[in-house]
């Protein structure tokens, strides 16, 4: 087989350079995955890398996430076996594999320097890419992220207990399934929706675009049987030197309010919102403050 360029096979559906706005829906990996991808706005690129395992880029894009393009050059892409994009044919979802994606995007943008973006799980992602590509990255911006599963959804767990007023078990060596207990117990309450908001409102807008979401979610079947993704990464932050804006929501119970104090980046600004998981919709013009102040 031919391998194949991420240069080359980048299909463009829209682009302006007078006013520095570009389109462009299929984007080729260097392992011939096809990956979605947008690009809008005007200003430094910005990769950002969406959360789940398993989610995708549309619902920050379109709940609030495009107002950052007065400023930013927004790479928006879904990651292989995630909402648009192709699943990995070769199976290979490895954390290794999920860098040079970015990279491989990061390597189109013209720009030696990039922002990341992440947002939940998908911080884990950008802090590892930042890792290997530092010269790279002109500053990561990690908005309501996680750097260990384990935690957050200990986390959870623990805030689930006081929310239903019974005491859950956690079994500190099989996590996940004292969470996924934890899940059905919130959720036959109906109270799940507070672990991304306080304002159902708002999770039953972020519902109904997941509800279009195309994929068959094949990141999302094999991310927590890789054992990188699950690792926890807190103190390897304080040897990374890029600049770090640290954005987390005060009521944010998906990845807990408190993970964000877990972070030692040397480089690292901190805004607290008053807010959820979603803040990127819940206070949209704080956030859109925030990265504007870090990226000027």
């Known amino acids: 087989m031919i391998r194949r360029s991420p240069f080359l096979l980048l299909f463009l559906s829209c682009c302006t350079f007078l006013n520095s706005y570009c389109q462009q829906k299929t984007?080729?990996?260097?392992?011939?995955?096809?990956?979605y991808l947008r690009i809008s706005g005007k200003g430094t690129p910005c990769i950002y890398i969406h959360g789940g395992p398993?989610?995708?880029?549309?619902?920050?894009?379109?709940m609030g996430g495009s107002e950052l393009e007065k400023n930013l050059t927004m790479y928006y892409y879904d990651q292989r076996g995630c909402g648009r994009s192709?699943?990995?044919?070769?199976?290979?979802?490895?954390?290794?594999?999920?860098?040079?994606?970015?990279?491989?995007i990061r390597s189109i943008t013209g720009s030696d320097k990039v922002y990341l973006m992440a947002h939940s799980f998908g911080g884990i992602l950008a802090f590892k890419y930042a890792q290997k590509y530092k010269d790279h990255v002109k500053g990561l911006?990690?908005?309501d992220v996680t750097l260990s599963l384990k935690n957050s959804l200990i986390t959870q767990i623990h805030y689930i207990s006081t929310l239903i007023g019974k005491n859950l078990p956690v079994n500190d060596t099989a996590f996940m399934s004292s969470f996924m207990a934890a899940r059905k117990e919130i959720a036959a309450q109906k109270l799940d929706y507070k672990m991304l908001s306080e304002n159902k409102s708002t999770v039953e807008k972020l519902d109904s675009i997941d509800k279009t979401n195309p994929g068959d979610f094949g990141f999302a079947k094999v991310a927590f049987s890789i054992?990188?993704?699950?690792?926890?990464?807190?103190?390897?932050?304080?040897?990374?030197?890029?600049?770090?804006?640290?954005?987390?929501?005060?009521?944010?119970?998906?990845?807990?309010?408190?993970h964000y104090k877990l972070f030692h980046f040397p480089k690292q600004q901190t805004v607290l919102i008053d807010g959820g998981h979603v803040l990127y919709y819940e206070k949209n013009d704080k956030f859109v403050h925030a990265v504007s102040a870090f990226v000027k």
């Open 54 to 62: 398993g989610a995708w880029s549309k619902t920050f894009e379109a």
């Open 27 to 35: 984007f080729f990996t260097s392992d011939s995955v096809a990956l």
């Open 86 to 104: 192709q699943d990995a044919h070769n199976g290979d979802y490895s954390m290794d594999r999920m860098i040079e994606d970015i990279e491989n």
């Open 141 to 143: 911006i990690m908005l």
């Open 227 to 258: 054992p990188a993704y699950s690792a926890d990464y807190t103190k390897e932050t304080a040897s990374l030197q890029v600049p770090v804006l640290v954005i987390s929501g005060l009521k944010d119970h998906a990845v807990g309010p408190d």
